[in-house]
Every structure is written in C-alpha cells, then in structure tokens.
C-alpha cells in the first residue's frame, strides 16, 4: 500500500537548524522512500521567492547534508518545496498550503505536520496563526526546545497549545532522544542481563554526562543570547539522556511506559541549586553580532544534581556543556565504585588512574568503552589501566540508518510519540531548575579551546572530569 501524502509546513525555514538539519534531513525521507510523496511549505521572516527558497535549501543540503550523493537528486525534490513569509497572515498560508497539496495522487487526505523550529517566544504567534488559518484540525505539530524558557512561560505555552491542538497531536522534540546512540542505553540497560544488577548507588559512585562543543555561535549569538547553554542543552537534552541512564526498566516499550519511568526519574530529581553550578563564558562572546557588551549569558556550564530515589540516593550526577571548547565530545560515564579493600600498595598504579568506569559515546559513530584494571605484563605487580571498546555501527554510513532529526520527523509523521518529551516531564525538569534561574551564579570568563573555567574542578573534587581522555 502506498504511503499516505505528507505536507510539511516548516516555520523557521530559513534558519540555522533548517539548513543544518531539517532541509537536508526531508530530503533524505523522501530520498529513502520513507516520505515518497511529501510536500514542503518553507515559512520565515525572510523575504524568499519559492525560486529563491528553493536555492537557499539547494545551498543547505550541498553543505550539510551528511551524503554526499543526496544532491544529485535535488532538482527532483526541489520541485515540492513552496514557500510563504511568515507574517503574510493566515489566508496566505492557507493559501500556499492548499497550492502545494493540488495534485497528490489519490483521493486520501494527506497528513500534515507543522514544525515550528522558532524560538519560545514566536511560539505562540505560529500557534495562533495556524488556528486563524484553520490548519490546526486533523494534523500533528512538532515543537522544538527550548520548550518554554521557565515554569511559568512553560505551563502559559502548553495551556495556549492546548486550546488549539491536543495532546496527541503535539510533538515536543528532543533530538538527542532520536539518536541511536541514546536509544542504545536502554538496549544496553534492558536487553542484558550483565549490568542491571549493579546499576544502582552499591557499585555507581558518580554519573558524567559531558558534552563540550567545538563549535561557537556562527548565526546564532541572538538566539543564543536570549537562551543560554542551561535552556539550550542541559534543561533539555542533558536531562533527557540523564532521564535515560537512570530510569527503571520500562514495562514495555510502548509509548506511555517510557514516558511514566522518565518521568518518575524528573519527579526524584532534587532542585538545581547555584552553589552546585559553574557557569562560564568565553572569551570574545561578547563581540559577537546581537551579544549585549555586559551579557551574562553563560555558553558554558557543569553541575551536580541528585536522584533522590532509592537507586540513586546520594550518587552525584555531573552534567557540563559548553561552546568554543577543547574538544567535540558526547560522553556518559558510569564511574563504579572502588572495591571494598585493596591489597595493591600505593604506587602500583590503582589510585593514580581512578575507579572502573563504563563510557557511552553518543557521537554518530557510537561508541562504549569499558575501562578496568590489569596486570602490567613484567616482574612485580604494577597495574594498567585496560579498555575494552565497542563500535556499536556506523550510523550514518549504513543505509538504513537515520540521523536523529530524520528519525523524529519520520516518527512525528507516523504519529508515534514515544521518542518525545511530555508537558509533565518539561515543566517539572523547569521546577527543579528554578532556583538556579532565580539566583544564578555570576558567569566566569573562560578561554576559547579551554575546558572551561577553574571551578570545574572543585565541582567533581574528589572525582576528576572523565574528559579529557588519556592518550
Ligand atoms: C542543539 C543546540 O539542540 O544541539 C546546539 O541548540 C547544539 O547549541 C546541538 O550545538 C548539539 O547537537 P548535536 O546533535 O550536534 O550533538
């Protein structure tokens, strides 16, 4: 049976997640037959002729689209993409909606999805918009994070969503869940019965979600400005993935069951408290274009938090992410406790290289690594610290596998919620960050190409960052 026709209206389409992301991403589902008859309707403030959108997406795939051969087929799928301004008001939208949805084959009634890649504060305007424009019935939207950029704006945008849209049709996106990498932990966690047993505060002594960026703010200083790298990673994806390593097992895969165990996990976390944080920024950010010259946005933060559950009770987990970093990384790290009693003396090299640890890497190309202790090969009995490394796959490089976005969009479409964050889970995780937005630390300059400022370390102390890793 053929696939139902899909109409995409993209708002935000010509900003920087579109190009990177969305546009390269839509091209790629057409391209695998996963979305074959699909329509894209492109909405900003930029003032674009569908000939001139089409261009710019042309530009977007040719250089960021992750393969390399998807560009040949471009001219084929450029022939689906439409385009409005976003303030040319509800009859034109309609309008191109309805232009882009002439000629589907068959008499079945596409389903659309509307994908507002816009931040928190254009939100509700869309919202409205797609009302007015009666858009809203009989379709899906996806809401990109930050969701909200508190509680209270949190609770105000999902009271608004729900006048227009219901539950189940509203798709709140947190990419790093759509990542293979990510979605392994539960495989991992559930599918073996090895770890489970000692997953939990007897054997755990701290948990390192750690996720440095290379990467500064090209376009992105105004929008960033207004967010910060608490909003833009920690409230969302960090959590997300620390909702992941520390939930109990689901009772299926199902939808609801995941969702209950992630957030019973939020509903245990202990409020986000400032003494507990380290926020930073880098040197040069306040030159940036749409950067005030006193900001006191942070590009950078650690902390600690705790699970106040009975399998976490007392384990601190460390979270930190930050632009203009050392290093590109997106690692967990499970640090096992050290055994009970040593006999190897001082010196042998137990105490020089810290505990056992077992290391997610969430990079496309994911990774895990397990690192233990083992005799030095030679007289005495000095130790070495081993590794043991899994490639899980080359995720990008295979063909049936999705880059995150590609794999939340396809599932958006379908109507399968299960990889999205519900409006329970985000307004608690913006609960327990309230005391940290009401009384922020000052933001500490630190160097670009750094790890961030100093007080990282009296953070962790009397655990060391996992990263940088040993060469
Ligand atoms: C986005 C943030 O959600 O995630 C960016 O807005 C960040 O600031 C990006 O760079 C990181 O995602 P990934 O998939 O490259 O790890």
Redesign the pocket.
């Known amino acids: 049976m053929a696939e139902r026709p899909t109409t995409i209206v993209l708002f935000g389409a010509t900003g920087d997640?579109a190009r990177r992301?969305l546009l390269p991403g839509l091209l790629h589902l057409w391209r695998s037959g996963l979305l074959n008859d699909v329509r894209v309707v492109g909405t900003s403030l930029e003032d674009h002729s569908r000939e001139s959108f089409v261009e710019f997406a042309g530009k977007a795939v040719e250089e960021f689209s992750s393969r390399k051969d998807e560009m040949k087929d471009f001219i084929e799928f450029a022939e689906r993409l439409y385009f409005v301004r976003s303030d040319a008001g509800p009859d034109a939208l309609r309008a191109v909606v309805a232009e882009a949805e002439e000629g589907y084959e068959g008499n079945e009634r596409p389903r659309r999805l509307h994908y507002l890649s816009v931040p928190p504060k254009a939100a509700l305007s869309v919202i409205q918009t797609l009302a007015a424009a009666d858009l809203a019935a009989n379709s899906r939207v996806v809401m990109?994070?930050p969701f909200g950029t508190d509680l209270v704006s949190a609770v105000e945008l999902n009271r608004k969503l729900h006048e227009v849209f219901s539950e189940e049709q509203i798709f709140r996106i947190?990419?790093?869940l759509g990542?293979e990498a990510a979605l392994n932990i539960l495989a991992f966690r559930f599918a073996n019965g090895l770890f489970e047993p000692i997953w939990h505060r007897n054997h755990i002594d701290h948990v390192q979600i750690d996720?440095p960026?290379t990467?500064g703010?090209e376009t992105?200083a105004s929008?960033?400005e207004a967010?910060g790298?608490y909003r833009?990673?920690v409230v969302?994806?960090l959590f997300q993935v620390l909702a992941f390593t520390a939930m109990e097992p689901p009772t299926s895969l199902e939808p609801q069951a995941i969702t209950e165990e992630k957030n019973k996990v939020f509903r245990s976390m202990m409020p986000i408290m400032p003494e507990n944080v380290v926020r930073g920024q880098f040197h040069g950010y306040r030159d940036l274009d749409g950067v005030a010259p006193e900001s006191e946005t942070e590009t950078f933060i650690a902390l600690k938090c705790f699970i106040d559950n009975w399998r976490w009770a007392g384990v601190p987990f460390y979270l930190r992410?930050g632009?203009r970093l050392a290093e590109?990384q997106?690692i967990i790290s499970i640090a096992f406790k050290e055994p009970p009693k040593s006999m190897f003396p001082a010196g042998s090299g137990v105490s020089q290289h810290g505990p056992d640890h077992l290391t997610f890497d969430?990079?496309?190309k994911s990774r895990m690594s397990l690192s233990f202790y083992g005799k030095r090969p030679g007289t005495g009995f000095r130790l070495d610290k081993l590794s043991m490394q899994f490639a899980m796959q080359d995720s990008t490089g295979s063909a049936a596998a999705l880059e995150?976005y590609e794999r939340l969009i396809y599932d958006a479409v379908r109507g399968d919620h299960t990889l999205f964050t519900t409006s329970d889970g985000i307004e608690r995780l913006w609960e327990i960050s309230q005391p940290l937005l009401d009384n922020p630390p000052p933001v500490r300059p630190y160097t670009q190409g750094s790890w961030g400022p100093n007080q990282i370390h009296q953070l962790v102390a009397p655990t060391a960052w996992r990263l940088p890793f040993e060469r």
Do not use: P, S
Request: aromatic share 10%.
């Open positions: 997640l992301k990109e994070k947190d990419h790093f990542k996720v960026e990467l703010l992105r929008f960033y967010t790298a833009d990673m969302t994806h992410t632009k590109g997106r969430l990079a496309d995150a």
